[in-house]
């Protein structure tokens, strides 16, 4: 009873939840409104601030702490396995903040700039921002990320970047522990949550390996063993020997050619690595709508609709930001949908 | 009873040079916590300290990194006045601290790479017993020899079957593994053609490669002593490292300790953020501060501020009612009770207090479950003992235990034996019906009250619907009372009455058409959200009714646990009989006990809290002096 009722919580709440996620046309509204009137249907008038850049801070900060605040909620009837699933899920965000310090250690940003790009989480991600910022370096940097629960992951993150500093080194490092850890946790689901979580996941992990690899291939001319060594485990439909297929490859069109069957938008794939990102992204989301509302596993619908919540706010906020810096609708529309753009 | 009635809103008007000094007051009085919101924005508008802020957390970035070093600083003089810290000395504090961390960082890496050196011969000395058994020159393995490519070397365990994978693909082989835990050894082989893609691989595995002494080829023994000779080498410069440190420590001991004193006076100014507002030398602070401490503060800042200020205080208003925070009991025979609660939530600005009747349902539902004169009396005795340890909690032992002890004799039951001491209620077993209606009747009594102090706390928060509709409210208990009153008359023969049966319908009905016009969602999700949110109205009253059982159940549990061990124990010899009944007696305390202890906690957050409780409120967190808050 304890479970049906649980479920039926989650289904209740996410049906509510959902109708908070905007369609395309109530995007295109958005992007159509003047700054007074876009201010007030996002609340941005509703935040102060000593200038602009500052209160888009903050608002940035609101939509985060809403998806935590949702997150939360969501979170609350779960239990074992599914809850540290989520938990993981949120830590993501951790994942990005310490990115953005590795990135502002070696660009040599003073810690005010550094700290702008980080967001505030709540109290079960708890990284001690205040030690990490206060570094002189990455080295550094990475010898305090010992000292927390990323340890073994700054470890290999340090002796990597000891041999050769590269950034895109650690980021992939962080991806693949960050993914590693969530398959994992998804393998301790049971039944139903685990085939469709993992269904799920591997959808992300496959536009992450697929978009990510084509770049260290073909943009940064890494060898195809090196990108397979840094490719994710846990893809669906492109798994270790499908990508060292395409990756023999000389070219990024050739490379293309050899997409398994599996992979959305197979055939008509664009031949640009943001665009290919872009397709990619469409197709998650397009499967994401469908498990929020017609996946039997509520855990799958429950990150269904984090996955989707958190783009909307992405969207949102893009729209707000371009806005107050009086970008041009052709750069706001390329931004938020670039494949529209490109067809047009 | 009411979470933090007495909260004033306070604003103190005051010259701006008396910021620091009135917020070191404050803090020191641990009676204020700020309110940031930008109220005083339109006269005040600027928000002073902003650059102290940023060089005090410099300052500290380099005190804690110096900490890192150093080991742990000296500590603060407790009992010596509290200096403030000006702007100029802050600058030269700063300044004398980034020349520190000069000195010491050397320091820093020098351990550090004497770490990754120890790592390095650690993994040699493994590596040679590894190939003791084999007459293979290491030495001439490592590097490339002809067309052959060949590696030694460690990485993490982590990273084995993703390497071994991709190695497979680029016709390399890992020809053998040692070790275990968090690092492995290995060694690897390919064609030399390839060895810069190898590298390449092996760079993003975090591959380290063992360099092998050209007397690797050298006879076992000689070259152990090599090795042993660099480990003293290694320890020698480790010790050089930390005794120079030691002594930078005792010639600037006194002035980081100085260094840190000042710093952690000024915490609080810099903490006021925006709770701090300025207009050229006119300041103002705001913030809520408990009532009954108002004069306190009034009189502290008297003392010790040079110049004239103004203390404004008023009631909170009731859209502010959502900020106001509430101190929580943190001293006295409440505290653990507090504690617990807190597990579950903070009251709310003027919801029910629950501390008060958490404490003393849970002793009285312990009590009734483990009912037990002598089993009590060890509770409190071990309470009383084990007090250094148990802190605040040696409360909940002294007053679980005492409960136990009035129900066993209640009970009449000493240590399971229940001649003894005549019963001056009833012994459990004699009518286990009779126990269990009582448990059902206190259920019932418990969720009643849960459900009027909810109807309370929603009424004084303004939730008028919540407080009539809601899960807990007026409806919902009248819906209980009818059905609760037309099963009674059931179970004592009767027909199911026609006024409880019609106060049901109406009261479903109401129901119902309330749970639908409060949703918006579509036309199929309303429907369920309607049939799901009543079922749990009618499903949590009836299964929370019934999970009170186990409060008798427990209770005779008891018994039938400790009639368990005297049947064992007849089963034996003088000595084993005895032997039978300590250790019997101390499984029951133990097992049972912490059994009981986790029952009563679950009865009380599941059938009370989640019933009346919202537990959302905010923690009053007084400004306080020393580093105790992040920036």
Known sequence: VRRFTDQAYVRTRLAIMGTKLLSREEFAKLVAMSLDELSAASRFDTISGESNAARLITFERTLMQTWLDELSALLRPLKGSARRLLTHWASRYEVLNIKALVRGKIGQLPNEEIEKTLFRLPGFLSLNHDQLLNTDNVVELLRQLQKTPYQRLATQALRRYEERPDPFLLDATLDQQFYGELIDRAHHLSGTDRAEILALIGRIVDGHNLVWSLRYRYNYGLQASEVLYLAIDGGRALDRS???EMLHADTLAEALGHLPDGVPGHGEMPRQIPLIEATMRNELFAYATRAMRHSPSALTSVLSYLVLRYSGINQLYTIVHARVYGLSDELLHEALDPLHEEAA | MRAGIDMRHITLTLMRDDLPRASLVLAELEAFAPDERPLLESELPEIPGTAFRARMRRAWGHLDRLASVLGELPDTAPDKPRALLSREQLI???RWLAEAWQHCSPCEDGLHRLEDEFRDLRHLEQSLNDFADLDVDLSRLQGGKGLLDIRIGSIPADNLDRLSEVLALSQHLILNVSGEGEALRIVIAGTQQTAEILDRVLLAAAYQALTIPESFDDNPD?????????RSDLEQQCAQWRSRMAGWLKLNGEQLRQAKQLLEAAEPYVHLHGAARSRGSLAALQGWIPGSRLDAVESALQKNLSQPFLLQSRSPRSDEMHLVPVPVKTRGILKPF?????????????????TILFAVTFAGMFGMMFGDVGHGAVIVITGILLRRRLHSFTYLFALAGASAMLFGWLYGSVFGVEHWLHPLWIAPMSDPIYMLTVALGWGVAFLTLGSAIAIVNRLLSGDQAGAFFGPGGVLPLILYFALLGG??????????????????AITLTILIAHQWHSSDAPYGERIMITIIETYEIINGYAT?????????????????????VFTLADTMDTVGHWIVIVLGNLFVIVLEGFIVAIQTLRLEYYEGFSRYFYGDGKPFKPLRVGRTQTY
């Not at chain 2, 507090?338 to 629950?354: H, I, K, M, T």
């Open chain 2, 338 to 354: 507090s504690l617990l609660v807190q597990q579950y939530g903070v009251p709310r600005f003027g919801e029910f207090d629950p």
């Open chain 2, 487 to 504: 099963l009674v008359n059931l179970a004592q023969g009767n027909d199911f009455p026609i006024v409880a049966t019609a106060v049901i």
């Open chain 2, 92 to 94: 030269e504090i700063d």
């Open chain 1, 242 to 244: 499908r990508l060292q």
């Open chain 2, 544 to 564: 929370s009714s019934l999970s009170f059982l186990r409060v008798a159940a427990f209770s005779l549990n008891h018994v039938a646990l400790s009639l368990a």
């Open chain 2, 222 to 230: 000689a070259l152990r002593a090599e090795l042993q000779t660099r």
